[in-house]
């Protein structure tokens, strides 16, 4: 079993940064990607940065369109921790953000964290 811990959200003014942490713990085989989603009050989770993991490609990411430029995924192998850099945000980054997690060892499974808030407001 895989559990996710994230850190880092806050209230945060327009323009500021916030960096998010997700770390997850258990048996991690077979990692195949980790990133991060958002849902706001009364619309649907959304994507918003994700690194697929390949020995073969290497580590691709994949961002939604309205955070490019200026949120920035990266991972540490070793820790098994992915992070979300988020600059010059948003009012309409307000959202809870969820880490997630995918592994394909055998089956393909999927983990989510438990969510943190992220406010942008002046």
């Known amino acids: 079993q895989v559990q996710l811990v994230e850190s880092g959200g806050g209230l945060v003014q327009p323009g500021e940064s916030l960096r998010l942490t997700c770390a997850a713990s258990g048996s991690v085989v077979g990692l195949a990607a980790m990133g991060w989603y958002r849902q706001a009050p009364g619309r649907q989770r959304e994507l918003v940065a994700t690194i697929t993991i390949s020995i073969v490609l290497g580590d691709r990411t994949n961002y939604v369109d309205s955070v490019k430029g200026r949120f920035t995924v990266s991972r540490d192998n070793a820790k098994n921790t992915v992070y979300l850099q988020m600059n010059s945000l948003k009012p309409e980054d307000t959202a809870v953000y969820y880490c997630?997690?995918?592994?394909?060892?055998?089956?393909?499974?999927?983990?989510w964290g438990q969510g943190t808030q992220v406010t942008v407001s002046s």
């Open positions: 997630n997690l995918v592994t394909s060892a055998t089956v393909r499974r999927e983990y």
